[in-house]
């Protein structure tokens, strides 16, 4: 793993003297722009700095213009080229203005050659031979449970009653290590991309898709390679025994969030679904007491709603709603949490150290700033040294009650310091706050997570090779090594939220343009010296008022905004209801801009 910090920078700044001889090194798409006077074309790639080429051909493009480059580099001889105009973003071409951003935040879209005729290679399904050394766990009733727009599913789950209420709960992990390899281009472009990112419209993913949705995803009713991880607990939910083992499973039915939560509801459903109606209503049982343990040691649960971009034919934003919550969903969220710290633990156990989520306390300093910005909204943080995430709770559940709640519980919320990928040992065990546990780790998302993969990897080598393979991977050299991808990966996952969080603003933006102008009824989500937040619940979608918009010698108080106006004195509360006219919608700085009307 050495060199992989260094994936992507091979190809940067690299001269091309001709177009057969970009075509030998890239595949896909590019952005060119016009070089200086007499040098041909400048090319701009995913990695870093400018490729140069010549063309005899005349292209009728001015100095500031841009074009879209398409090589297809796997083609025998010449592949086909397209070149065609690519419009600035500010004259409202939204794919180009989606790329902008992706590329401002390092987003690598497109797959180079070497990668995808690697992954050509691989067949669509497992082969026999691939069996050796695997459980075979294709006739236990399993099932995966995800979203209904979701693809790539790498989580499958199962659950059997034993005696005196004890249950075996199985959750089956697609095994990517077993086709991703060190050393190789795939490999190397997972460690740059490091996580998948999820977008409004679609999914920029770290494998390929031909393994992403095709050969690692535990589609149904098709074999496929797994790790699987089974967990007895007993009947007060206290886990008693753990197997680990490498398996070939076949998922008896893909299911979505709704359809499991009709069938716990008790609506009518299929023949097929209600074929799950028992190992479903198991699993919801043990769920409900794993919640209750965590609360009980302190974990941090929160219950939000996230909002779900509706898209016409035209592929154009057409509404904007809040996805429903179900308790399916914990379904889910319980059995990776279990299985996480399983394989945490199993590492702990064995004195290794490896990739685990470390989420820290709050510093005193910013705690003490955090609690004092509360207590002007009469939300009394408890004086002690060490908050829990039952505290956190509680402070939201508080702050739920009041007119301006959303406002206050982002206020509580920054009392939670952000979670990161650290390298841990049995002597520096990982801390992660919210979850109120000790060495926990990524292993359920291998697909999506880079992190994941490295787990995967270092168990199968422990589980193969027993001590010498404990050895090597205790060596300073290694540790360096996966500190190194511990701090890419935390920086990538980072990146892909930002990246995720301004598509999604340029999307309302977008949707809202065509109302500039239009009055509408709002709330106020939060207040500050500069201006209010609104939330426009007839788009359901927020923007911002600039006090400048407003009035003369704004002041703040609480959460109170006060401006003059004239002869008149206006005061604007966090939860108030206002009435604003949509004055702008700035495409530069990605909000929605008010104005009184």
């Not at 009713?221 to 007993?234: G, I, N, P, Q, Y």
Request: hydrophobic share 40%.
């Amino acid at each position: 793993m050495g060199d992989k910090k260094k994936a992507g920078d091979k190809a940067a700044g690299a001269s091309f003297g001709s177009f057969a001889d970009l075509k030998r090194s890239l595949g896909g798409e590019e952005q060119a722009e016009p070089a200086d006077a007499g040098r041909g074309w400048s090319l701009s790639s995913e990695d870093d700095g400018e490729r140069e080429l010549s063309s005899t051909e005349e292209v009728p493009l001015g100095g500031e213009d841009r074009v879209r480059l398409r090589v297809d580099g796997r083609a025998a001889g010449f592949g086909p080229m397209e070149l065609a105009p690519w419009a600035n973003p500010a004259y409202g071409d939204t794919e180009s203005e989606e790329m902008e951003l992706l590329h401002s935040f390092r987003v690598r879209t497109v797959f180079p050659t070497d990668v995808t005729d690697e992954v050509s290679a691989l067949p669509p399904d497992p082969a026999a031979e691939e069996h050796a050394g695997r459980v075979d766990l294709t006739q236990q009733p399993l099932f995966t449970i995800d979203g209904e727009d979701a693809r790539d599913f790498d989580d499958a789950v199962s659950i059997t009653a034993l005696d005196e209420d004890a249950v075996e709960v199985g959750v089956h992990i697609a095994d990517v290590s077993h086709y991703v390899r060190p050393g190789t281009s795939l490999d190397d472009e997972a460690l740059a991309r490091a996580t998948s990112v999820y977008l409004p419209d679609q999914v920029v993913p770290m494998l390929p898709e031909s393994l992403s949705n095709g050969l690692c995803s535990l589609v149904e009713k098709r074999e496929r390679l797994a790790w699987s991880v089974r967990m007895t607990f007993d009947a007060k939910g206290q886990r008693q025994a753990v197997r680990i083992e490498r398996s070939v499973i076949r998922s008896q039915r893909r299911c979505t969030y709704r359809e499991i939560q009709a069938l716990l509801d008790g609506e009518q459903v299929s023949p097929e679904l209600a074929a799950l109606e028992e190992p479903a209503r198991l699993l919801a049982r043990w769920t409900r007491t794993q919640q209750k343990l965590r609360d009980e040691a302190g974990s941090l649960r929160i219950q939000s709603s996230e909002r779900k971009f509706e898209f016409d034919k035209q592929f154009e934003v057409s509404a904007i709603v809040d996805a429903p919550r179900y308790f399916s969903q914990t379904l889910i969220e319980e059995t990776a949490l279990a299985a996480n710290q399983a394989v945490g633990d199993r590492f702990i156990e064995w004195g290794l150290p490896t990739l685990y989520r470390v989420h820290p306390e709050k510093d005193p300093e910013e705690l003490a700033s955090v609690a004092k910005s509360l207590e002007e909204h009469n939300i009394r943080v408890p004086k002690k040294e060490r908050l829990t995430g039952r505290d956190i709770g509680r402070l939201i559940r508080q702050a739920r009650s009041r007119p301006n709640g959303d406002a206050l519980v982002e206020r509580i919320m920054g009392l939670v310091e952000r979670a990161s990928y650290e390298v841990r040992d049995e002597e520096n065990i990982a801390e992660h706050f919210g979850l109120a546990r000790r060495g926990y780790l990524h292993f359920t998302s291998p697909i999506r997570r880079y992190p994941d993969l490295i787990v995967h990897r270092w168990l199968g080598a422990v589980l193969a090779r027993g001590e010498a393979a404990q050895e090597e991977l205790k060596t300073e050299a290694m540790v360096e090594e996966l500190g190194e991808v511990a701090r890419h990966a935390s920086l990538r996952a980072e990146l892909a939220e930002m990246a995720s969080s301004a598509v999604t603003d340029l999307k309302v933006c977008q949707f809202m343009d065509p109302h500039t102008g239009e009055t509408l009824e709002g709330r106020v989500h939060r207040a500050n010296r500069g201006g209010l937040v609104v939330h426009l619940g007839a788009f359901n979608v927020r923007a911002f008022l600039p006090a400048r918009r407003m009035g003369e010698r704004p002041f703040l108080k609480g959460s109170t905004l006060t401006v003059r106006r004239g002869r008149a004195t206006l005061s604007f509360s966090e939860g108030q209801p206002i009435r604003v006219k949509i004055g702008a919608v700035d495409f530069i700085r990605l909000e929605i801009i008010l104005e009184l009307p």
